[in-house]
């Protein structure tokens, strides 16, 4: 079973994905901070893929949130999430970028793409 951490500020937001992921067949813990969210990554918990919206409350962005955990799982899935208009990052082969408002039809494709779901 593939391991699912999301960092997303917005309670109802966060509540739809985890369940969502829960029910694509991933082990799921959410977070309200990338500081929350960072800890545990440091902690060593196991994690495959990491979900995170872009512009969380906190000190940290979850692009910040995103190269740490890559940083310390080299591995590691990302997805970020946003609804902004904050300018792209290049991307990792293992990571992308999806705005808000998503279809989750469009998040299970992207869990396929990245080898974190059945075709």
Known sequence: MYHALVAEDEVLIREILCDE???????????????EALALIEGGAPIDLLFTDINLSGAMTGWDL??????IHPGLRVIYATGGS?????????????MKPFRFTAIVEMLQDLGLAAA
Do not use: H, N
């Not at 992921?21 to 500081?35: I, K």
């Not at 995103?66 to 940083?71: E, F, P, S, T, V």
């Open 21 to 35: 992921l829960t029910d694509a067949g991933l082990e799921v813990q959410a977070f309200a901070s990338a500081e």
């Open 66 to 71: 995103g190269l740490k955990a890559i940083a």
């Open 86 to 98: 904050e300018p792209p990052r290049a991307l990792s082969p293992l990571e992308r970028r999806i």
